[in-house]
């Protein structure tokens, strides 16, 4: 099992940068694909991003292609997300997960754990 507990958010304003942290408890942090994904009000819960075990291979939303980077440090047990040039429309919740498959997955559902998210406003 593993708890993950995100950290980071806060209140920007539009065009400026935020990294998230989620920090994984359990020694086998290192066998989970993870991923960012983000709800909004009134919204439903969206993929952001996602990265493979080893951390060679990423994937993210196109709404968020070349502004945010999802990273991971296996021996830290902290995925991360740098998120830049943010706008009005990235203000959400931020939840990290964690999915036990090779692959990098975009469905909420192939996740196993989630964090209690952390918000993140983006003010015009």
């Known amino acids: 099992q593993v708890q993950l507990v995100e950290s980071g958010g806060g209140l920007v304003q539009t065009g400026g940068s935020l990294r998230l942290s989620c920090a994984a408890s359990?020694?086998?942090?290192?066998?989970?694909?993870m991923g960012w994904f983000r709800q909004a009000p009134g919204k439903e819960r969206e993929f952001v991003a996602g990265?493979?075990?080893?951390?060679?291979?990423?994937q993210y939303a196109d709404s968020v292609k070349g502004r945010f980077t999802i990273s991971r440090d296996n021996a830290k047990n902290t995925v991360y997300l740098q998120m830049n040039s943010l706008q009005p429309e990235d203000t959400a919740v931020y939840y990290c997960?964690?999915?036990?498959?090779?692959?990098?997955?975009?469905?909420?559902?192939?996740?196993?754990?989630w964090g209690q998210g952390t918000q993140v406003t983006v003010s015009s």
């Open positions: 997960a964690a999915a036990g498959g090779v692959l990098i997955t975009t469905s909420s559902g192939r996740y196993a754990y």
């Open positions: 359990g020694r086998t942090f290192s066998s989970y694909t």
């Open positions: 990265i493979s075990r080893s951390g060679t291979s990423t």
